[in-house]
């Protein structure tokens, strides 16, 4: 064998090992929709076919305990296309594989049925303390309206990333359930819905440190209703809803540097603690940022039902607290402090915030209606 063809014969090989190399090393290409039947043309009802990728790559998950070990897999949806989905998909082990396309896709669930969710995450160990492994990324998801049932994503699934998720036109953008804590959304917009983020009450061992960060709520009834969750919202948007930006019945809601805007007025206040809340589980905080309304002020900058409640504990009940904010044309009162509402009301404090009217800072309104405890400073 003379030393050329010997060198074809060493180049030829090594190229065709690294093609096999390069294939197994993109397992995600495996779990492209399109090889399960998709066809992603915005007309066909791709449902069945994502159904079908979601299994076969869940069937790779391998679990130890409560640990997640081997086998992560994303579905892959074609750059720029558009799969619709009439039928709800449940990713039966949401810790593992995740949803994702490379420079961005449109999952249409425009047709989905009253009561029905699009996108439900479902854990395959509890606990699932591998975390963020499975990718959610560059997906958007478009629903049937806001003023519907349905919801876009509701996650029974622990420690998951999502980063560029857009979803809007549901009844719920995002639902935390049972046994989903330490969610992070990072560059994720909701809007268009009755409520973005929502909690509700009795779930277990669910709500803990769920952060959304650097996104937007818009445009939607309510941006955040929270019974039973610790969401840390921060750098964010929270603009042109109908209603309060932040409910707040039994969970904590803390916003920091964050810009709540009203294109629109609104009937009562942006934050609000509903007669739900019992104790300091039910508090608003707002640290830094901004407040702001365009045209009409509402009735209350914030406003607090909730009392001591039937948790017990004793105490004042839930409160509510701006500290640091910019506040542009707000409700005041004749003495020029922000004008507060509810049951509760004298647990709501607005401290060393800043009028937005060429006004310097407003002072320090700490527990309005009711004397500071001994040793207690302002705010």
């Given amino acids: 064998m003379g030393p050329v063809l010997a060198a074809c014969i060493l180049t030829l090989a090594i190229a065709g090992s690294r093609k096999a190399y390069g294939q197994s090393a993109v397992p995600s290409s495996s779990f492209l929709v399109t090889r399960f039947g998709a066809r992603c043309d915005g007309v066909t009802d791709d449902t069945r076919a994502f159904e079908a990728a979601l299994r076969a790559a869940a069937a790779h998950c391998a ?29 039966p082990r949401a810790d593992c594989v995740g949803i994702s396309s490379f420079a961005g896709a449109t999952l249409d669930f425009s047709g989905l049925g009253e009561g029905r969710t699009a996108l439900t995450l479902n854990p395959l160990a509890y606990g699932a303390y591998s975390g963020n492994l499975a990718r959610f990324e560059h997906i958007q998801m478009i629903g049937p309206g806001r003023n519907t049932s349905t919801v876009g994503i509701a996650s029974s699934t622990p ?15 995002y639902e935390v359930r049972s046994g989903s804590w330490l969610n992070h959304f990072v560059n994720v917009s909701i809007s268009d819905c009755a409520v973005d983020l929502y909690c509700g009450s009795g779930l277990n061992n669910a709500g803990e440190q769920i952060s959304f960060e650097g996104g937007n709520l818009f445009n939607s009834g309510q941006a955040v209703h929270n019974d039973g969750c610790e969401f840390n919202i ?24 964050d810009h709540i805007e009203y294109v629109n007025s609104t009937a009562r206040a942006p934050l609000e603690v509903s007669s739900r809340a019992c104790n300091a589980w039910g508090s608003i905080t707002m640290q830094g940022g901004q407040i702001q309304f365009d045209h009409a002020p509402p009735h209350a900058l914030a406003w607090n039902d909730g009392g001591p409640g039937p948790c017990g504990g004793g105490g ?11 506040l542009g044309n707000i409700p005041s009162n004749p003495n020029g402090t922000p004008r507060v509402g509810g049951s509760n009301s004298t647990q709501i404090a607005v401290c060393h915030a800043t009028k937005g009217d060429g006004g310097g800072a407003m002072g320090n309104v700490p527990n309005i209606g009711r004397p500071n405890l001994p040793a207690q400073g302002p705010c």
């Fill in 159 to 173: 420690n998951t990333t999502y980063s560029q998720y857009n979803i809007h036109g549901f009844g719920h953008g």
């Fill in 63 to 91: 679990a130890r305990g409560a640990y997640v070990v081997s086998g992560f897999r994303t579905i892959i949806v074609p750059d720029g296309a558009i799969c619709r989905l009439n039928g709800g998909l449940v990713n």
């Fill in 316 to 326: 004042w009940g839930s409160y509510i607290t701006i500290r640091n904010v910019f």
């Fill in 234 to 257: 921060t750098d964010s948007a929270l603009d042109e809803f109908s209603g309060p930006a932040v409910v707040n019945g039994g969970g904590s809601t803390r916003l920091t540097s």
